[in-house]
Structures are given as C-alpha cells and as structure tokens.
C-alpha cells in the first residue's frame, strides 16, 4: 500500500477527531500541562484523516 495514500474521512469524523483533540488540549491543560510541538503534528495529522487513533495514542520514542 502507498504510505502516502490516507483514507478520506468524513466531514463529520473530522469534527469529531477536532472535537477529540480539543477535549483532550483541554484534559493535559487543567494538569499545568501542555501538548509538544510533536504532539501538536500528531494531532493534525489524525484529524486530518493521516493516521488511525491506535498511532496516535502510540508511545513515541522518548516519551514518558
């Protein structure tokens, strides 16, 4: 398969991967913190349809 092919998705799933994102921007906030420049890529690029919710929640390389 061709990694640069994303699935469409729809009008409605982007709202609620966006609504998703905010929620969760909004979760990390009230705990003093806030999402790195990385994260803030991995959120555009699930709700853009990008990548699935498993590799988005994947631990990345030095995390934790």
């Given at each position: ?59 990345r390389?030095?995390?934790?």
């Amino acid at each position: 398969m061709d990694k640069n092919h994303h699935p469409q998705i729809s009008d409605a799933e982007r709202r609620r991967r966006e609504e998703a994102v905010k929620y969760a921007r909004s979760s990390v906030g009230l705990e003093g913190f806030q999402l790195s420049k990385a994260d803030e890529k991995r959120a555009r690029r699930f709700i853009n349809g990008e990548i699935d919710l498993t590799e988005f929640v994947k631990c990345r390389d030095g995390a934790g």
